[in-house]
């Protein structure tokens, strides 16, 4: 069997991939393999990666990242790669656009007290 690029799929068949990485990797969690279930997430999120149009991501915009607690400050995106860093760090680090969780602030609707 010969396997696509992710690149190559369609919307639908990258859907499919991304459920079929969801069942393996539960299976592979069951099974006590979790080096295979780490491989299968990172399918899942490039697969789900595919799926986002990369103009939809903000450069200079601070995101979540799934399985996460680290904050992500957007520099540049190539492909479905956003490289960028983490908040308080100097290094760079790139995740796929998949696992970039958008972060909403609630908006402050008091008015200002006058005296």
């Not at 396997?3 to 459920?19: D, N």
């Not at 990797?25 to 393999?33: D, F, N, T, V, Y």
């Not at 991501?57 to 995106?77: S, W």
């Not at 696992?99 to 008015?111: A, G, Q, R, Y």
């Amino acid at each position: 069997m010969v396997t696509k690029l992710l690149s190559q799929m369609s919307r639908i068949e990258l859907l499919e991939e991304m459920i079929r990485c969801q069942d393996k990797g539960k299976e592979a969690l069951e099974e006590g393999m979790l080096s295979e279930y780490q491989v299968l997430e990172k399918r899942y999120y490039l697969a789900k990666s595919y799926t986002i149009d990369p103009s939809t991501i903000t450069l200079g915009i601070t995101y979540g990242i799934e399985n996460d607690t680290n904050l992500f400050v957007v520099n540049e995106l190539r492909g479905v790669m956003a490289y960028g860093h983490a908040i308080g760090q100097e290094e760079e680090i790139a995740y796929p656009i998949g696992m970039l969780i958008e972060i909403t602030f609630p908006k402050d609707h008091s008015s200002p007290k006058t005296s």
